[in-house]
């Protein structure tokens, strides 16, 4: 069983809309966790970090976890083209990050 | 803002060279970390270290080795570099929140 796992892609959404973003876990003991975004041929890019239950706001980008149900979700607002890209689950447990496989989604204009 | 440096984005080698991969922050993060990251695979860790002259082996260090003299370097060496070492390497360093270098693309011919 993965440790971190991503629905699957790609993911398509029209301009303007919501895009909702999935990630679960199996480890209850992860503290601590984050979103990375990924353009094509670069590094990932820390866009949210989570660690408490319940919601964080950044702009367009909300992250929501549920550490009972082993659960954390990224939703973004208002989404552009530029918001293409895939979309990494990070959750760290001790020092080290695990990943997720990622989300590829493409806003269409 | 935290800067994560790589020695070089492009690197082209040829098998049995020895090659090494220089990373650099300025954030005085304890923790630093190698990656590599190939389609379909994800992002694999292959070593990390969280103080100076100390090293932890990740999840596929195998034909590589590190090395971390300073707090503020990180360094990436392949002993003898092999076709399938042909891969996008990621630098991170954390305090918490970790983030990537821009990578280097090495193509081992």
């Known amino acids: 069983q993965k440790e971190v796992e991503q629905n699957s892609g790609p993911l398509s959404v029209p301009e303007g809309a919501i895009a909702s973003l999935n990630c679960t876990y199996s480890?209850?003991?992860?503290?601590?966790f984050f979103w990375y975004r990924q353009y094509s041929g670069k590094s990932p890019e820390l866009i949210m970090s989570?660690?408490?239950?319940g919601d964080k706001e950044d702009g367009r980008f909300t992250a929501q976890l549920n550490k009972a149900s082993q659960y954390v979700s990224l939703l973004i607002r208002d989404s552009q083209p530029s918001d293409s890209a895939t979309y990494l689950c990070?959750?760290?447990?001790?020092?080290?990050?695990?990943f997720g496989s990622g989300t590829q989604l493409t806003v269409l204009p | 803002d935290v800067k994560v440096t790589q020695s070089s984005r492009y690197l082209v080698k040829r098998t049995g060279e020895k090659v090494f991969l220089e990373c650099v922050q300025d954030?005085?993060?304890?923790?630093m970390f190698w990656y590599r990251q190939d389609p379909g695979l994800g992002l694999r860790l292959i070593y990390f270290?969280?103080?100076?002259?100390?090293?932890e082996k990740g999840d596929i260090p195998e034909g590589y080795s590190v090395s971390r003299e300073k707090k503020e370097r990180f360094s990436l060496i392949l002993e003898s570099a092999s076709t399938n070492q042909t891969s996008m390497y990621l630098c991170?360093?954390?305090?918490?929140?970790?983030?990537f270098g821009p990578g280097t693309r090495l193509t081992v011919l």
């Open positions: 991170a360093s954390s305090l918490n929140e970790q983030f």
């Open positions: 480890d209850r003991g992860s503290q601590s």
């Open positions: 989570i660690y408490s239950n």
């Open positions: 990070a959750v760290r447990l001790a020092r080290q990050l695990t």
């Open positions: 954030m005085d993060h304890e923790n």
């Open positions: 270290s969280y103080d100076v002259k100390m090293k």
